[in-house]
């Protein structure tokens, strides 16, 4: 099995370290259940992170594009069946992946990578299940955004505090 060094030089050579922060916060926090909106490449690189931490914790990526969700299972990234493809519906201000909250019980880590807003009119701001989330459980959980500069604001506006950061963020 690869070292956990191997890990982490696969996400810092990955998208411009675009992971680092989640796996660094894995790795020193050992979430039980992750939750990724935009499923893929990160929700298999993340498992196998998981695997080697042998610590039982878990992670469901929802993927709302089924050209991008046959993509993933082409390219091995579903090996573990734990990316779905779920629908995805325009709300005010943003979009929200469509699922069951009794379908992620117990998440203590989120990760937004996804949708691609681009491809909505009006433009969205924000993926809104993290708000969702911590309305149904009725406190605050820990949560990377990758990029996204208008949903960090829109999380930073409702007072969240709980944003691990994302190191392409200088600020």
Do not use: C
């Amino acid at each position: 099995m690869k070292d956990l060094e191997y890990y982490k030089s696969r996400v810092v050579s990955y998208r411009d370290n675009k992971y680092l922060s989640a796996y660094n916060h894995i790795v020193e926090n050992k979430p039980m259940f992750i939750v990724e909106y935009g499923g893929g490449e990160s929700t298999f690189m993340i498992t196998e992170l998981l695997n080697y931490l042998d610590y039982g914790g878990k992670i469901i990526g929802y993927e709302s594009s089924e050209y991008w969700y046959n993509d993933h299972i082409e390219k091995g990234w579903n090996k573990y069946n734990n990316v779905k493809l779920v629908n995805i519906e325009q709300v005010e201000w943003g979009v929200r992946y469509i699922h069951s909250m009794e379908d992620i019980q117990g998440v203590d880590f989120v990760i937004i990578d996804g949708p691609d807003l681009t491809k909505f009119i009006p433009y969205p701001i924000t993926t809104h299940n993290l708000k969702d989330i911590v309305d149904y459980i009725g406190q605050e959980i820990p949560y990377f955004i990758d990029g996204r500069g208008q949903t960090r604001g829109f999380y930073k506006d409702l007072g969240y505090t709980t944003d691990i950061g994302d190191i392409k963020i200088w600020n």
